[in-house]
């Protein structure tokens, strides 16, 4: 027999009469619910195939900025299987990354980021290989700049 998980949602109730702005704000970062995502930022996908996105993810880690390609399935009925990681592009200090981001630089190699056009693609019927490749690295290079507008 198949053991169904459910989910509970609870909503606790909140007297704003008694409690104080002052009060809410200064309560632990960990009694807010998915409070670990407030400081990650997703891109918009750069390229899709079936049920998922490919996309990139910018967080903090220490004392470290991290870019990350993930490919995400909003369809998955398992959270953990919702965002996969591709690989870690990235692993810098935060300010030198803090720096390149905000010169719109790659974050490996320091070069600015160049794009062809500003409009995705995502249509790549009767193009050749070459083509396709061109499209994409533009792609990557479109919402990696509008993630780190986001960001910074």
Do not use: W
């Amino acid at each position: 027999m198949e053991e169904h998980y459910q989910k509970k949602f609870i909503i606790e109730e909140l007297d704003l009469e008694e409690a104080s702005l002052d009060e809410i704000v200064q309560q632990k970062d960990a009694e807010f619910m998915g409070i670990e995502d407030l400081n990650i930022f997703y891109s918009y996908p750069y390229f899709s195939r079936d049920v998922y996105d490919f996309q990139f993810r910018l967080f903090t880690e220490g004392d470290e900025l991290v870019l990350e390609d993930i490919k995400c399935n909003d369809t998955a009925e398992d959270e953990y299987q919702s965002v996969l990681v591709n690989s870690e592009v990235a692993r810098v200090h935060i300010e030198k990354g803090m720096e390149l981001i905000k010169n719109n630089c790659d974050l490996i190699s320091g070069k600015p980021i160049e794009i062809d056009s500003d409009i995705l693609v995502y249509e790549f019927e009767n193009l050749s290989e070459t083509e396709i490749k061109k499209v994409l690295v533009n792609n990557k290079n479109v919402v990696l700049l509008e993630l780190y507008k986001n960001f910074y």
